[in-house]
Protein backbone atom coordinates (compact mmCIF):
# COMPACT_ATOMS: atom_id res chain seq x y z
CA UNK A 1 0.00 0.00 0.00
CA UNK A 2 2.71 2.32 0.60
CA UNK A 3 4.77 1.59 -2.11
CA UNK A 4 1.74 2.32 -4.49
CA UNK A 5 1.61 6.10 -2.57
CA UNK A 6 4.88 6.83 -2.93
CA UNK A 7 4.64 5.64 -6.73
CA UNK A 8 1.78 7.50 -7.20
CA UNK A 9 3.26 10.50 -5.33
CA UNK A 10 6.29 10.26 -7.60
CA UNK A 11 4.17 10.09 -10.94
CA UNK A 12 2.08 13.27 -10.10
CA UNK A 13 5.45 15.12 -9.20
CA UNK A 14 7.08 14.46 -12.13
CA UNK A 15 3.74 15.14 -14.65
CA UNK A 16 3.69 18.62 -13.01
CA UNK A 17 7.39 19.09 -13.94
CA UNK A 18 7.13 17.77 -17.73
CA UNK A 19 4.20 20.48 -17.87
CA UNK A 20 6.12 23.32 -16.85
CA UNK A 21 8.93 22.52 -19.25
CA UNK A 22 6.31 22.14 -22.41
CA UNK A 23 7.64 23.61 -25.52
CA UNK A 24 4.45 23.89 -26.76
CA UNK A 25 2.78 25.99 -24.11
CA UNK A 26 1.34 29.42 -25.32
CA UNK A 27 3.30 32.19 -24.06
CA UNK A 28 0.41 33.69 -21.80
CA UNK A 29 0.94 30.58 -19.82
CA UNK A 30 4.96 30.58 -19.54
CA UNK A 31 6.84 31.79 -16.48
CA UNK A 32 7.12 35.13 -16.07
CA UNK A 33 11.09 34.85 -17.16
CA UNK A 34 10.44 33.19 -20.58
CA UNK A 35 7.87 36.11 -21.46
CA UNK A 36 10.01 38.48 -19.96
CA UNK A 37 12.80 36.97 -22.18
CA UNK A 38 10.39 37.19 -25.47
CA UNK A 39 9.38 40.69 -25.25
CA UNK A 40 12.80 42.18 -24.98
CA UNK A 41 13.45 44.89 -27.72
CA UNK A 42 15.16 43.37 -30.40
CA UNK A 43 17.72 46.04 -32.14
CA UNK A 44 19.05 45.63 -35.66
CA UNK A 45 22.22 46.71 -36.74
CA UNK A 46 23.29 47.60 -40.69
CA UNK A 47 26.83 46.40 -41.49
CA UNK A 48 26.75 47.25 -45.69
CA UNK A 49 24.54 48.23 -48.41
CA UNK A 50 25.49 46.94 -51.75
CA UNK A 51 24.18 48.39 -54.96
CA UNK A 52 24.67 47.12 -58.52
CA UNK A 53 22.96 45.70 -61.42
CA UNK A 54 21.73 43.13 -59.95
CA UNK A 55 19.65 44.71 -57.25
CA UNK A 56 19.87 46.37 -53.83
CA UNK A 57 21.33 43.88 -51.16
CA UNK A 58 22.35 44.65 -47.49
CA UNK A 59 23.63 43.17 -44.23
CA UNK A 60 22.06 43.22 -41.16
CA UNK A 61 22.93 41.86 -38.04
CA UNK A 62 25.17 39.41 -40.38
CA UNK A 63 22.67 38.51 -42.31
CA UNK A 64 22.59 39.27 -46.32
CA UNK A 65 18.90 40.90 -47.18
CA UNK A 66 17.10 42.08 -50.20
CA UNK A 67 13.96 43.86 -50.41
CA UNK A 68 11.05 41.25 -49.14
CA UNK A 69 13.08 39.04 -46.76
CA UNK A 70 13.08 38.98 -43.26
CA UNK A 71 15.45 39.39 -40.59
CA UNK A 72 15.08 39.05 -36.76
CA UNK A 73 11.58 38.91 -37.42
CA UNK A 74 11.41 41.99 -39.00
CA UNK A 75 10.55 42.66 -43.24
CA UNK A 76 13.15 44.50 -45.31
CA UNK A 77 10.89 47.26 -47.84
CA UNK A 78 12.87 49.19 -49.15
CA UNK A 79 17.37 49.05 -49.73
CA UNK A 80 18.99 52.58 -50.49
CA UNK A 81 22.40 53.89 -51.41
CA UNK A 82 22.97 54.69 -47.45
CA UNK A 83 19.92 53.55 -45.36
CA UNK A 84 17.32 50.54 -45.05
CA UNK A 85 13.84 50.96 -44.13
CA UNK A 86 12.55 48.12 -42.44
CA UNK A 87 8.78 46.87 -41.47
CA UNK A 88 8.98 45.72 -37.55
CA UNK A 89 5.55 44.96 -35.05
CA UNK A 90 3.75 46.98 -37.90
CA UNK A 91 5.91 50.24 -37.61
CA UNK A 92 8.56 51.29 -40.23
CA UNK A 93 12.14 51.59 -38.56
CA UNK A 94 15.22 52.97 -40.76
CA UNK A 95 18.57 51.98 -40.33
CA UNK A 96 21.63 53.74 -41.31
CA UNK A 97 24.94 53.49 -42.73
CA UNK A 98 26.05 57.15 -41.62
CA UNK A 99 24.65 57.25 -37.99
CA UNK A 100 27.42 54.66 -37.36
CA UNK A 101 30.26 56.04 -39.04
CA UNK A 102 32.67 58.87 -37.07
CA UNK A 103 33.11 61.87 -38.40
CA UNK A 104 37.15 63.32 -38.43
CA UNK A 105 36.20 66.35 -36.48
CA UNK A 106 34.79 64.64 -33.41
Keep these: MIKHIAVTVVLISSLSVAASQD ?3 PPQFAPVEQRKAA ?3 TSFAVQQIKTGA ?3 SAI ?3 KLVK ?7 ARVV ?3 SDKVVLKYRQKLKTLSLLSNT ?3 GE
Excluded: A, L
Design 54 to 56: TGT
Design 60 to 62: ING
Design 23 to 25: PMR
Design 67 to 73: EGDTVSG
Design 78 to 80: RIT
Design 39 to 41: STK
Design 102 to 104: KHS
